[in-house]
């Protein structure tokens, strides 16, 4: 039983509601409406930005052999320069946990092994002849280097070495003269060096001569520089086909294009060619207050006058895919590698444009993959619209609340089938909710519960215009997600949900 007040207020709200259509009855959506031209990607900055990155290195002169892969780096961001980990780029804009972070570069001995020796490693260019000072390669995506028993020119040991360092396609040989730490200081006591790249390198980037001075100085003697000899490439023919990320599959590429496509959220620079980084740097993208979180990136290797020079990932809230691959490069700069990857959602259909019984105006309580729910008593207290001026994209929608403002109970909505998720895994369900239908003094009691295996994990309240709402939950495998909400004439609109792998 309401209140004496309670009832007041109601009747009330009843009352300044009579000259509401409701939605059932294809009454007027409270919305602005979207006039939203969606993003695509600003080339200039980007041709402009990878022509300022330096990210070409070779073994440093003091460094041990045998150093661990360093961590992807992060080079530029939107144009801006950087230097710093895919994590702390991510956790900016997103707090996220920074031992999920997956290392695809590094030492394995497992299913990296297996996919080296499946290419064949071919000789992409010599070195001088012994007595000439040669240079070794200045590129990018180096990994790490060792050194090998200098008592031949032992490409072999190299390419051995290679096969066990993940990532490694390319080797460059040569011995490094006058490195005091090579000569006395670390055991293996060779000057044989082979250094790994995680990209294929040529003798246009023979570009490090040495000439540092590495020996400690003794009285007034002229300290030798280092120098180097006989460097020769060595790579695989060609370059191994990533695994696709956890939480994404692959919609296009290798090819020559980068996607030109709406729904651009920006770009970041990676000092490799590593699909698991942009993976992450989506993860953590944060998201457009328009078009919710990164659902899609591509990768590409920008080669400019026929140099590796960066890899991108730029990232977006739509899903693009290979028709949009069309920005081949600019000037001096081409676009090589370039590959799309679509985040998967865990649920089916989230956007509602699932149902298609009508090409203008409908709705009803359930279709194929999603089931609405009303209390005993309760008519369309949950439903699902096929009608564009109430979706946030589209023509789908569902809505929360009785649909012919019959009855003022909150309805239940939930897809038909549980989630299939990964057991333990963090998750986050998005979803775009508009409570404006009725206007700010009316919706401002609107209230949406998202339940996550029966527990409030978020939701929205008060009166909103299509807004973004997001919550963070952990799967068990087969999950049920259920929206509860709507008491007519308060009524909230549910659009494009996802529930994204984190
Ligand atoms: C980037 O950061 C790493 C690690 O902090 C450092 O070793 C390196 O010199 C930096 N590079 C540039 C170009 O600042
Ligand atoms: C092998 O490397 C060691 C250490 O740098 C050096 O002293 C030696 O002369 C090298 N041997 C050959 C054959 O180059
Ligand atoms: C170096 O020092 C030695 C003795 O201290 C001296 O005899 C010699 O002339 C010096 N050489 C040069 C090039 O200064």
């Known amino acids: 039983m309401p209140s004496p007040t309670r009832f007041l207020v109601l009747a009330a709200l009843l009352v300044s509601a009579t000259a509401i259509v409701p939605p059932g009855h294809q009454g007027l959506p409270h919305q602005t409406p979207t006039d939203i031209t969606h993003p695509t990607p600003d080339n200039a900055v980007i041709v402009d930005t990878a022509n300022q990155v330096d990210q070409k290195t070779a073994p440093p002169v003091d ?49 990296g092994l297996a996919k ?18 040669d240079a070794s390669i200045q590129g990018t995506a180096y990994l790490t280097y060792t050194v090998v028993n200098n008592a031949t020119y032992n490409v072999q040991g190299c390419l051995d070495w290679c096969s ?22 670390f055991g293996e006591k060779s000057n044989l060096k ?14 490090n001569f040495g000439g540092q001075a590495s020996y400690p100085q003794v009285g007034n003697e002229t300290v030798p520089l280092t120098y180097i000899t006989q460097s020769s490439g ?42 698991d980084a942009c993976a992450l740097l989506c993860n953590g993208r944060g998201v457009d207050p328009n078009g ?17 020079t960066t890899y991108t990932c730029s990232m977006y809230y739509l899903v693009a895919d290979e028709s949009t691959a069309v920005n081949y490069g600019q000037g001096p700069l081409v676009v090589t590698l370039s590959r799309g990857y679509a985040r998967k959602s865990a649920l089916i259909d989230g956007g509602f444009e699932g149902y298609t019984a009508c090409d203008d105006f409908c709705l009803t309580e359930s279709y194929a993959n999603w089931v609405g729910t009303s209390p005993s008593g309760g008519t369309f207290d949950a439903s699902i619209f096929f009608f564009q001026a109430y979706a946030h994209t589209g023509h789908g929608s569902a809505l929360l609340g ?15 089938q549980p989630l299939q998720t990964d057991k333990g895994a963090n998750y986050v369900v998005q979803c775009f909710m508009s409570s404006a239908f009725s206007g700010p003094q009316i919706e401002a009691a609107a209230k949406v519960d998202i339940l996550w295996n029966g527990e409030r994990v978020g939701g929205t309240s008060g009166f909103t215009e299509y807004a973004f709402v997001q919550a963070s939950v952990v799967a068990t495998g087969s999950d049920k997600l259920v929206f ?16 994204y792998k984190v």
Request: glycine share 12%; aromatic share 12%; hydrophobic share 40%.
């Open 63 to 111: 460094t041990p052999p045998n150093a661990a892969v360093a961590p992807t780096l992060v080079t530029a961001v939107d144009g801006t320069i950087t230097n710093t980990t895919v994590a702390d780029v991510a956790s900016t804009s997103r707090r996220r946990r920074h031992h999920q972070i997956a290392r695809k570069f590094g030492r394995d001995p497992g299913d």
């Open 116 to 133: 080296r020796q499946a290419g064949k490693f071919e000789k992409v260019f010599d070195g001088l002849a012994a007595g000439q000072h």
């Open 164 to 185: 066990t360092i993940k990532g490694c396609v390319f080797v460059n040989v040569y011995y490094e003269f006058n490195n005091y730490l090579l000569d006395f200081v």
């Open 194 to 207: 082979c250094a790994a790249y995680g990209d294929l390198h040529t003798a246009a980037e023979k570009l």
């Open 234 to 275: 060595w790579g695989l023919d060609s370059l191994v086909d990533p695994d696709t990320p956890d939480g994404y599959e692959l919609v296009f590429g290798p090819t020559g294009g980068a996607n030109n496509a709406p729904g651009y959220m920006g770009f970041s620079f990676i000092d490799k060619y590593d699909v």
């Open 292 to 308: 919710g979180g990164c659902a899609y990136f591509n990768i590409w290797r920008a080669v400019v006058d026929g140099v590796p």
């Open 402 to 416: 009785s649909a012919f403002g019959i009855d003022g109970e909150a309805g239940s909505l939930t897809p038909a």
């Open 484 to 499: 509860v909400g709507g008491s007519a004439p308060v009524w909230t609109f549910i659009d494009d949900c996802k529930v």
